[in-house]
């Protein structure tokens, strides 16, 4: 299979793997990736895993790759929460959560960041499509519960001044029974405390 072929079959891929491209030719010669890189016409993302030199990159095709390059996981915590507009724009790289161990890959598209939570807390997350595709991204109140349960520092009036947290945006934005259920689903009454010490601090503002 030639190189404009492998891309017409390609085409609609934020990213692609090597199952993907199984999929399309199950007898792919895998020493064309070597020279297509060196061609320029593909990047390598992290071993296994490519995608087209001339990507358009927005924050949607780097939430897909985040979530196709380490399975399973979703968009999650700091970027997830700027996403809602819940605290400022500058975040350093795609923050995401995974049942997988905790993890980063720094490749030519940004930093893609993956935290380890427990298999049972994989839920409360959401699908948005984008060219035909779905990424998954935690809900408002599970994009913070996360946040809290992975930086168990955060724990002062101090702390939480430093997130520069819209409290009115997220008081629009998220729904005080779903935010309780998931709160219980952690398990974790340390967690609890604190984001009740939280939600104090956000009321008071």
Known sequence: MNH????????????????????????????????????????????????????????????????????????????????????????????????RKTNHFKTDFGEFIYRHIKPQLIFGYKLISYNGQNFKIAEPEKAILDYFYLNVHINTDEDFAGLRFNGEEFKEQADKDKLKRYLVAFGNKRLEKRFNKFLKHINHD
């Open 4 to 99: 404009l072929l492998f891309k017409n079959a390609l085409k609609d891929f934020v990213s692609f793997n090597l199952n993907d491209i199984r999929k399309i030719d199950a007898g792919f010669d895998l020493r064309r990736l070597s020279e297509w890189q060196g061609k320029g016409f593909i990047k390598m993302i992290r071993r296994g895993h490519y995608a087209f030199s001339g990507l358009e990159i927005n924050e949607s095709a780097l939430f897909l790759m985040a979530n196709k390059i380490y399975t399973p996981s979703y968009v999650s915590m700091e970027m997830a929460l700027a996403y809602y507009n819940l605290i400022p724009e500058a975040v350093y790289g795609i923050t995401s959560v995974s049942s």
